[in-house]
């Protein structure tokens, strides 16, 4: 319970792949479960990082919420939507709405790890161009 408590309070992916390769270490290949947990980490890491409250993912598709309705770089969220052409859409009540469903727990968990990575590098590339200007 100790390794899973450290890995839950990991403060970044170098931490989390640290533990993991720990754990690999000491107990040998990492059993579905555990692997499962340590991509769920990493996507909450992810989700902090893009100012995101909860996703919701139902059987046709995904609901973004952002903490107080807000997300930091809104010109990128809106390029972003734009990339997926179709497959995002932007609600006026600032909900990012993702039109693909995921039929199994693997697809799922994938999917969520791509689209929290999408929208946190929006956040650290406005963060870094905030910081030069």
């Known amino acids: 319970m100790a390794l899973y408590r450290r890995l839950n309070e990991a403060k970044d992916k170098a931490e989390i792949e640290g533990m993991a390769a720990e754990m690999i270490d000491r107990f040998g290949e990492l059993p579905a479960p555990t692997k499962n947990l340590i991509r769920l980490i990493e996507i909450k890491h992810q989700a902090i990082a893009a100012n995101i ?24 969220l809106i390029a972003y939507v734009e990339r997926l052409q179709g497959t995002a859409k932007l609600r006026p009540d600032m909900k990012l709405v993702i039109n693909r469903a995921w039929g199994d727990p693997d697809s799922r968990l994938n999917g969520l790890f791509q689209l929290t990575k999408g929208l946190s590098a929006i956040v650290r590339k406005a963060q870094k161009k905030a910081k030069t200007a």
């Open 53 to 76: 409250a909860k996703i919701d993912v139902g059987a046709r598709g995904t609901l973004v919420s952002f903490h107080q309705d807000d997300f930091p770089d809104p010109a990128g």
